[in-house]
């Protein structure tokens, strides 16, 4: 066994005698160092929301457009047809729902979680903001 290691190890020695230590060329730290930079210039991504804020404010001018063209251009005959269905289903919704009462605290809990669950969105997304931003 000991024999085998010698001869590896004689046979180690000889390779690396007759191997010559390479050297890199003249360049090759500010070769690396430009692909270090180029690497970096393809890593800065400008952030680029997926949709645009002159395209937000067509989609708000469309929605208000429409708003303000049925509430103004209704037609008398479908605002009774509307009334007479609204009247229908809300009888039937009240009816489904008078017997659910809630605590005060209930209906604390149900206006103050949304509120503070809004809070928190815009804290934690200016908190990532200034982590990632470069």
Request: proline residues 3%.
């Amino acid at each position: 066994m000991k024999e085998i290691d010698k001869n590896i190890g004689q046979l180690i020695e000889n390779m690396m005698a007759e191997d010559k230590l390479q050297s890199p060329s003249f360049d090759f730290t500010s070769k690396i160092m430009a692909e270090v930079h180029v690497l970096e210039e393809k890593k800065l991504k400008a952030y680029k929301p997926l949709i645009s804020k002159p395209i937000w404010i067509l989609i708000g001018l469309a929605v208000a457009t429409l708003v303000i063209y049925v509430s103004l251009f209704s037609v008398s005959q479908n605002d009774l047809e509307i009334e007479e269905i609204g009247k229908l289903y809300s009888g039937k919704i009240s009816n489904t729902f008078s017997g659910i009462h809630f605590s005060k605290n209930i209906l604390y809990a149900i206006l103050i979680v949304p509120i503070m669950i809004l809070v928190q969105v815009g804290i934690l997304k200016n908190y990532f903001d200034k982590k990632y931003q470069l």
